[in-house]
């Protein structure tokens, strides 16, 4: 049976954590509490990829979390990781679903639309992103999405989970998890801090108080 993507969602930044020191800090997010863990690395050739996710994947285990691999379902394969995000621009949904199988977590950023969320979980995608909810530093041009009360609409409609990004911080996230989301993803409000252990577990903290968490 396939995890349930909910809690804290943390995504890496190569921008934020240093090569020399990348696996330390990400394990120290998930000494914080983060319940589902992504890697982001747009422009790293594949093969370096695969090599960082493999080690994550391991680490991953060990903490007993799923693992995402963000736009390339080859090195969610090849590592053995728990599923894929995708985006527009990306290999479609079907297409990842071919590649890693039906028992693969497939999430897919739905932005701020609505009916494309329906849509998405019609074709079979096992969770689903909305943002930027707030304007966010790693991605600058990222459009907002608009009302919170997208993210409400959403809860009401969708039977799969639904996942908030862009922005969100220790200090905004009660907004976002009052509309009922299952999962909050961040990068920077954990990534960038300068104790990123314990920016997890104060976001953490406020996230189970509506979600639980998956740990």
Request: glycine share 10%.
């Amino acid at each position: 049976m396939k995890p349930r993507i909910r809690g804290l969602y943390v995504i890496t930044d190569k921008k934020l954590i240093p090569r020399d020191r990348f696996f330390e800090t990400v394990e120290k997010a998930l000494k914080g509490g983060a319940d589902v863990l992504q890697l982001r690395e747009k422009d790293t050739p594949i093969e370096e990829q695969i090599s960082l996710a493999r080690r994550l994947r391991d680490l991953t285990r060990e903490y007993g979390i799923p693992f995402i691999v963000n736009d390339f379902p080859e090195v969610a394969l090849r590592s053995g990781a728990d599923g894929v995000h995708i985006g527009r621009g990306d290999v479609s949904l079907e297409e990842a679903r071919r590649i890693l199988g039906r028992h693969a977590i497939i999430g897919v950023s739905c932005y701020g639309g609505i009916e494309e969320a329906l849509d998405l979980e019609r074709r079979g995608a096992d969770y689903v992103a909305f943002g930027a909810v707030f304007p966010t530093p790693t991605k600058e041009d990222a459009p907002l999405m608009g009302s919170l009360d997208i993210l409400r609409e959403a809860r009401e409609k969708l039977r799969i989970p639904v996942v908030a990004i862009g922005g969100i911080n220790r200090e905004n996230a009660e907004e976002v998890l009052k509309a009922g989301v299952d999962a909050v993803a961040v990068v920077s409000a954990v990534f960038g801090a300068d104790d990123p252990e314990r920016a997890a577990r104060e976001l953490k903290s406020v996230i189970s108080r509506y979600t639980g968490g998956a740990r």
